[in-house]
């Protein structure tokens, strides 16, 4: 992502793999504080989910909400990467009010590379249901579409920096 942000459409070298290593280590870090929310409700919810009766019962519950949840807080997600990935500083993933305005300033590519990127890994997480080739298609697609998303949040970012601060000067 970060090759994108700064125009530089090439893969990144096999180079320096600790420093790389560290920055995906926050990467993930930055992931799991976004996502506990959600991963909370939905182990909470579990035990809501029993008290009805029937399979059905469990997706109505806490675990229902923990997606819906976990959908709305990944909206902002791709950008808060993008952000902490072209400043390099842990905070700056969590500084909300650029999150938005960069979010509101792009909000019809966003939402579209969004909804893209939604739509291939439901896709793909139907093709993985199928016993060993869909199972290596899942690996190889995620990584695949992980790529893509890096892509295009990178550019959207790149984009929103870009006139950011062209009209701050």
Not at 65 to 88: D, K, N, Q
Request: with cysteine.
């Amino acid at each position: 992502m970060s090759n994108i942000i700064n125009e530089q459409q090439v893969m990144p070298e096999w180079e320096n793999i600790g420093e790389k290593f560290a920055k995906g280590f926050m990467v993930f870090i930055i992931s799991f504080i976004y996502m506990l929310i959600p991963v909370i409700i939905g182990i909470a919810g579990g035990g809501l989910g029993t008290a009805f009766r029937g399979g059905l019962g469990f997706l109505f519950g806490g675990f229902f909400l923990s997606i819906i949840i976990a959908i709305i807080i990944g909206f902002f997600l791709p950008m808060a990467l993008a952000h902490y990935v072209r400043t390099g500083n842990f905070s700056s993933a969590f500084d909300f009010k650029t999150i938005f305005s960069y979010i509101s300033s792009t909000i019809n590519n966003y939402l579209i590379a969004y909804a893209v990127i939604i739509a291939l890994f439901i896709v793909l997480m139907i093709i993985s249901a199928i016993p060993l080739i869909g199972w290596i298609i899942g690996i190889l697609g995620g990584f695949y579409i992980s790529c893509t998303g890096c892509f295009l949040f990178g550019e959207i970012y790149r984009g929103v920096a870009v006139s950011q601060s062209g009209s701050a000067s």
